[in-house]
């Protein structure tokens, strides 16, 4: 399983637009092959700022969708409304305690 995390700070006049675009294509992202679950989380104190939280059955999954037209679309369109670079994390889950 993977947790890919990605964090997106918008031109705030640009928000309600990135909304929009992502309320559109929520459902087919989650509904893309391998997707397990796919979440948008906004910062407590900065209403620009948000992260998307999706679950993949695998890494080959997360790259098909990653080559598909359906992130090539919608990428282009959600890049053109950032106000900084975002950034990417793909996350493995700890089966066991770690211990400090």
Known sequence: MIVRIV???FEQAKVDAFLRLFNSTRDKIA????????ELLAGANATNL?????IWNSEEDLENYRNSELFKETWAKTKIL???KPEAWSLL???S???I
């Open 7 to 9: 964090k997106m700070e």
């Open 93 to 95: 889950k700890v089966e």
């Open 50 to 54: 948000f992260f998307t939280y999706s």
């Open 82 to 84: 950032f106000s900084n």
């Open 97 to 99: 305690e770690i211990k």
């Open 31 to 38: 509904g893309f092959e391998g997707c397990k679950g796919l």
